[in-house]
T-cell receptor, first 115, second 112 residues
Framework: DTAVSQTPKYLVTQMGNDKSIKCEQNLGHDTMYWYKQDSKKFLKIMFSYNNKELIINETVPNRFSPKSPDKAHLNLHINSLELGDSAVYFC??????????????FGPGTRLLVL | GDSVTQMEGPVTLSEEAFLTINCTYTATGYPSLFWYVQYPGEGLQLLLKATKADDKGSNKGFEATYRKETTSFHLEKGSVQVSDSAVYFCALLNQAGTALIFGKGTTLSVSS
């Protein structure tokens, strides 16, 4: 069974559209994340979220918003898509332990292409 | 702020060659350190990790030792295989525990 899953795997859309990417984890983790990987394969955190707190990377445009219907899901909604949003988006999850956060487990990624 | 620096790639090796990918970090305190691997067209997989100084992480023949004196976490493998061809990312967990900070990745290409 897939631990962290994302849908869709590929997403091609026009500039200006609004789209969502879904993420689900079946690991029972309490914290989920979104990362962006650019065309040079550089990975950067966008959001981290648990039941208590949403932490937003200050460089993320407010067109991006995470939405969590429940503990196992963290969806990424993007408004007014721009060409520069084309990237691979990775969801991840981890669990808080006494000593801190455990290892983050990543989904397979969603390849977004904005035309 | 926290940062991770990896050697620039691509690294091209013949099968059974010795691999080293250098990784150094800048951080407050002693963060947990990780190596992730991304095979072509796939997501990120945890390769190995170390949570405190002098710990050695190992998996699938790969090893890395947490060296606080040199703030390094170099990845090594004694004999690479064609199937090891991938992009390797060094990362640290930030002090707040809220995010992984990644290096820019090193592409490894192994030929038979």
């Amino acid at each position: 069974d897939t631990a962290v899953s994302q849908t869709p795997k590929y997403l091609v859309t026009q500039m200006g559209n609004d789209k969502s990417i879904k993420c689900e984890q079946n690991l029972g983790h309490d914290t989920m994340y979104w990362y962006k990987q650019d065309s040079k394969k550089f990975l950067k955190i966008m959001f981290s979220y648990n039941n208590k707190e949403l932490i937003i990377n200050e460089t993320v445009p407010n067109r991006f918003s995470p939405k969590s219907p429940d503990k196992a899901h963290l969806n990424l909604h993007i408004n007014s898509l721009e060409l520069g949003d084309s990237a691979v988006y990775f969801c991840a999850s981890s669990q808080v332990r006494a000593g801190g956060q455990e290892t983050q487990y990543f989904g397979p990624g969603t390849r977004l292409l904005v035309l | 702020g926290d940062s991770v620096t990896q050697m620039e790639g691509p690294v091209t090796l013949s099968e059974e060659a010795f691999l080293t990918i250098n990784c150094t970090y800048t951080a407050t305190g002693y963060p947990s350190l990780f190596w992730y691997v991304q095979y072509p067209g796939e997501g990120l997989q945890l390769l190995l990790k170390a949570t405190k100084a002098d710990d050695k992480g190992s998996n699938k023949g790969f090893e890395a030792t947490y060296r606080k004196e040199t703030t390094s976490f170099h990845l090594e493998k004694g004999s690479v295989q064609v199937s090891d061809s991938a992009v390797y990312f060094c990362a640290l967990l930030n002090q707040a525990g809220t995010a992984l900070i990644f290096g820019k990745g090193t592409t490894l290409s192994v030929s038979s």
